[in-house]
């Protein structure tokens, strides 16, 4: 059964930086897409960055040249290094991973989530 745990959210003011981690723990060998979800307060969920297991990513375009997503494959933990932090980011961040063939920003595609963790951006 495949579990993931999020990490590293927290508050910060606007311009700011923070690291988020997910590890996912899995008993099979099967390669994984993973990817960053947000959902702020009266907003729908969406998606924010994915990477393959060969390190492939794709971004929104809101967070383009402010955010990076990474993969340590040995580790089975992806980052989400957010930089150039803005109000808009607050959110409740949730990491989410599937083994289709497909590596998007689709929610619909994913079969496996974190439990989210909170960041606020202060202006």
């Known amino acids: 059964q495949e579990r993931l745990v999020a990490s590293g959210g927290g508050s910060v003011q606007a311009g700011g930086s923070l690291r988020l981690s997910c590890v996912l723990s899995t008993s099979t060998s099967s390669s994984y897409c993973m990817a960053w979800f947000r959902q702020a307060p009266g907003k729908e969920r969406e998606g924010v960055a994915s990477?393959?297991?060969?390190?492939?990513?794709k971004y929104d375009d809101s967070v383009k040249g402010r955010f990076t997503i990474s993969l340590d494959n040995v580790k089975s933990t992806m980052y989400l290094q957010m930089r150039g932090l803005k109000p808009e980011d607050t959110a409740m961040y949730y990491c989410?991973?599937?083994?289709?063939?497909?590596?998007?920003?689709?929610?619909?595609?994913?079969?496996?989530w974190g439990q989210g963790t909170q960041v606020t951006v202060s202006s």
């Open positions: 990477i393959d297991f060969d390190g492939s990513s």
């Open positions: 989410a991973a599937h083994s289709h063939w497909s590596c998007g920003l689709g929610e619909n595609d994913y079969d496996y």
